[in-house]
């Protein structure tokens, strides 16, 4: 089974006004990579055309058998879909995809806060969340190099972060779902 890891970065938390930053992905076994909104083959039409960005997102996704990811379920598929419908594309199809969110604070297990900063802390992962200030993200968002060089950073540290978590969670995931 391939499995993937990911996690996006964006400029606001809802689709209508907000567009993707950057997407991290890592497998297993690899080191992480990441598609970014200011460098092509992702680049738009304008600073706010996502729209490369998003369908390269949906794309790298869908071959995998099973995407993971944290608050994916709830933000990232919906964000990256929004930007598909807002240009004019199909949406994400996955196979399988497992949110560690979701087992952290449930029926599985309560460990108080399922932010994914807290799980790390919570089960001592080696791999730690970095910190990034509000002005950095402003400053992506106008696509700033050394702003958009921090997101990038961040969000690949995030999915190291994620699959240092997944082996905790895995035990309690009695089924998969689209």
């Known amino acids: 089974m391939k499995v993937l890891f990911t996690d996006i970065e964006t400029t606001d938390l809802k689709g209508l006004m907000g567009r993707i930053l950057c997407c991290s992905f890592l497998s297993l076994d690899n080191e992480p990579y990441t598609f970014r909104l200011d460098e092509k083959p992702y680049k738009g039409k304008s600073k706010i055309d996502d729209s490369r960005l998003a369908v390269a997102i949906r794309n790298e996704w869908e071959k995998y058998d099973l995407v993971v990811v944290h608050n994916g379920r709830l933000f990232d598929i919906p964000f990256v879909n929004a930007r598909l419908a807002k240009a004019g594309e199909r949406p994400f199809n996955p196979h399988f995809i497992m949110d560690t969110r979701w087992f952290l604070n449930s029926s ?38 050394s702003a958009m060089d921090e997101v990038v950073e961040h969000c690949e540290q995030d999915v190291l972060v994620l699959r240092e978590l997944y082996p905790h969670v895995l035990p309690y995931v009695k089924t998969l779902h689209r």
Do not use: C, D, H, V
């Open 108 to 145: 599985s297990m309560r460990i108080g806060s399922a932010k994914l900063e807290n799980a790390q802390k919570f089960f001592n992962l080696g791999e730690e969340k970095t910190p990034i200030a509000w002005e950095q993200w402003q400053l992506a968002s106008s696509l700033e190099k």
